[in-house]
C-alpha cells in the first residue's frame, strides 16, 4: 500500500464536490469535501468508506425501531398513574398537552416520559400548597379561638351574616377561593360590623313603615280595633303606628303603655 497516496487521499476528490460546513463565527457555507475538517480523521478512502456505511446503518436501525409519529393528538396514549385521590388531572389540559406535544414534533416515548416527570411533580407541589392552605386556616382559628374563647363560635356566624348582608353568596365565594375568609382579622371585622347592618335594615324597615303616615292618618289608626282594642290586636299594625309616632316626635313619643300609644309632654 502506498502510504503516500493514503496520506493525500482526500486530494483526489473533485473539487466540484461540496459540502456544508459551519466555520468559528456561526455561519454555514459550502466548501470543496476534499478540505472539510470531518474527512480528516479518517487515514484512507476505504476508512471513510466504511464508517459512512456503517453510520447509515444505524441512522436505518433507529429509524425503524423509532415509533410511528402521531398524525393527530388522539394519537399519544398517556400511561396510567397512581395518583392522589382527589387529584384529577383536566381532560382539558391533557388534550393540550397532547396538541402542543404534536406541534413539537415530539415522539410518543417523550410524551410519556414528560408526563411520567411532570404530573406527580406537579400533585406533589398542590399537596403542599394544601397542606399550607390548611396550616394557615388551622393557625387563625386558633388565633380566633385565643381573642374570643367559647365565644370564637359567635364571632364567626356574626362574620359570615355581615358578609352574607353586604354581598351574598358570591362574596363568600370570593373570601372562600381567596382564603381571606380564613383570616380571623376578617372574620373580626365583619363580625363588629354586623349589628350596625343589622341595626340599620331595622331603621331602613322602620322608614318604609312610616313612609305617607302623617298626624291624622295616625290618630286614624289609633281608633282602629287592631290597635286599642286587646282582644283584636294586631302586633305588626301596633308596631307601625308607634313607629309612626316616633317618626313624628322623635325623642318625645313613648310607645304603647297601654290600650293606645301615649306621647310624652
Do not use: C
Not at 463565527?25 to 464508517?51: M, N, Q, T
Not at 353586604?166 to 381571606?180: C, D, F, K, N, V
Amino acid at each position: 500500500m502506498d502510504m503516500r497516496n493514503d496520506a493525500d487521499w482526500r486530494s483526489t476528490l473533485p473539487e466540484e464536490w461540496l459540502a456544508p460546513w459551519r466555520g468559528d463565527d456561526g455561519r454555514e457555507r459550502e466548501i470543496p469535501l476534499r478540505e472539510h475538517p470531518g474527512l480528516a480523521k479518517y487515514r484512507s478512502k476505504d476508512e471513510a468508506v466504511k464508517a459512512l456505511v456503517h453510520a447509515q446503518r444505524l441512522l436505518g436501525r433507529r429509524e425503524a425501531e423509532a415509533p410511528a409519529q402521531p398524525r393527530g393528538p388522539e394519537d399519544y396514549e398517556l400511561p396510567d398513574l397512581l395518583l392522589d385521590e382527589d387529584f384529577e388531572p383536566d381532560q382539558g389540559v391533557l388534550d393540550a398537552y397532547k396538541a402542543k406535544a404534536l406541534e413539537l414534533a415530539l415522539s410518543p416515548d417523550q410524551v410519556r416520559g414528560l408526563y411520567e416527570w411532570f404530573v406527580p411533580l406537579n400533585v406533589a407541589a398542590v399537596r403542599a400548597s394544601r397542606d399550607k392552605s390548611r396550616k394557615a386556616r388551622e393557625a387563625e382559628l386558633g388565633r380566633l379561638r385565643r381573642n374570643h374563647g367559647p365565644e370564637a363560635s359567635r364571632v364567626l356566624e356574626s362574620a359570615r351574616r355581615a358578609a352574607m348582608s353586604l354581598g351574598g353568596e358570591e362574596l363568600l365565594e370570593i373570601l372562600e377561593s381567596t382564603g381571606a375568609g380564613d383570616s380571623s382579622v376578617v372574620a373580626e371585622a365583619l363580625a363588629r360590623v354586623a349589628p350596625l347592618l343589622l341595626e340599620g335594615r331595622m331603621r331602613d324597615s322602620g322608614a318604609r313603615e312610616t313612609d305617607g303616615l302623617n298626624l291624622d292618618r295616625l290618630r286614624e289608626m289609633i281608633r282602629d280595633p287592631r290597635y286599642f282594642d286587646p282582644s283584636s290586636r294586631d302586633p305588626a299594625f301596633v308596631r307601625q303606628v308607634d313607629e309612626g309616632f316616633r317618626h313624628l316626635y322623635p325623642g318625645q313619643y313613648g310607645g304603647t303603655s297601654g290600650s293606645a300609644g301615649s306621647r310624652k309632654g
